[in-house]
Structure formats: C-alpha cells, structure tokens
C-alpha cells in the first residue's frame, strides 16, 4: 500500500502549489507597485506641467527661481529671466478659431524648448499666452539673440501673431523677490508690446 509515500507526494504538491502561489503573488505585487509608481509619476506632471504645452506651469516657477537664484549665487554665474506674450493672440482666435490658437501656444512651447538648452533653461507657460523662461549661465545680450529667434521662428507658423518679449539679468547680490524679479521683467515686456503696437498703427 504506499500510504506513506502517496502522503509525502501530495504534501510536496501542496508545497509546490503554496510556493507558486507566493511567487505569482510577488509578481503581483511588484506589477501593481510599478503601476503605482507610474500612476504617481503621471500625477505629478500633472501638477507641475502645463497639460496643453508640456511646459512647466505656474506653480512651479517661484520655487525653481529661488533654487536657481542660489545656485547662480553659490556657482557665480548670471541668470536671465525672460517674459515672452503673444501678440494679436485674442484676433487669431476670433478669426481662426481657438483651436488654431490652441496649436499656435503648442508650436511656441515646442520652439522654446528647441532653442534653450536642456537641463540649464527651464520654460514655463505662466497662463493664457504668457510664458517666462528662465535662462541659467546667459547674459542679457544673448538672451535678446535667443528672444529674436524664438520670434523668428515663431512668425513662420501664424499669418497674424508675432511676439513681445521682456529681459532682465536676476540681482543676485540683493535679496530682491521673486515677485519684484517678475514684475520688471512684465514691465518691460509691456513696454515691449506698446512699442510694438504703435509701430504698427
């Protein structure tokens, strides 16, 4: 009668079928962390991204102007802030549709990521038509060549819209604001936009 072994065999099954279990569920497990990890990641681009353009949004630019602020400081190398709006963006709407103004902000987004350098310069779309750049180890002079380029290419994709645009270096001897940074640089990005305005009145 082989009671013994036929006992010792169905003990190994159940061993065997207990081991596979445990093994499935560790694969299991590790499956739903990665889509766990993958559902945090996508979550957190959604709160620092601009889902539109792909460009980091609003929210982030303050702490990320601090960090580069003090890491210029401690590096000592300038840092260049940029404000760029749209001009005429309300009529290509109105004559256009808002879904061509909708394409018309993913091309510029697409254009200032292609000519600012990866890692170093960071873009923002601050809201609307508005965007700001932050530009890391760039004076002022090459921030305008940089400025005339995103321009130049940008007036090849609209029959109306062109661009005005605001530059100043970033104090980083004082202890100037964020706030007051970016109201100097709004200022002469309007300014930018009236001059542009009446030279085509």
């Known amino acids: 009668m082989q009671v013994k072994g036929d006992k010792s065999e169905n003990l190994y099954d159940e061993i065997t079928k207990l081991n596979n279990e445990v093994v499935n569920s560790k694969r299991e497990i590790e499956k739903k962390n990665h889509e766990l990890k993958e559902l945090n990641r996508k979550l957190e681009q959604l709160v620092i991204k601009d889902p539109m353009t792909g ?6 630019l303050e702490d990320r102007f601090k960090s580069e602020k003090a890491r210029a400081k401690r590096i000592n190398y300038l840092l260049t802030v940029m404000m760029i709006d749209v001009n005429d963006f309300k009529q290509v709407n109105d004559i256009f549709g808002h879904s061509r103004g909708d394409e018309l902000l993913k091309i510029l987004a697409e254009i200032i990521e292609h000519s600012t350098r990866e890692g170093l310069d960071h873009g923002y779309r601050i809201g609307g038509d508005e965007f700001f750049i932050i530009l890391s180890d760039c004076t002022e002079e090459n921030a305008q060549r940089i400025a005339k380029r995103i321009n130049d290419e940008f007036i090849k994709h609209s029959e109306i819209a062109s661009l005005s645009y605001g530059i100043t270096k970033v104090d980083l001897e004082s202890d100037e604001s964020f706030d007051s940074c970016y109201s100097r640089v709004d200022q ?8 542009k305005k009446h030279k085509n009145q």
């Open 55 to 60: 460009l980091f949004n609003r929210r982030t």
């Open 188 to 195: 002469l990005m309007y300014e930018d936009k009236k001059r």
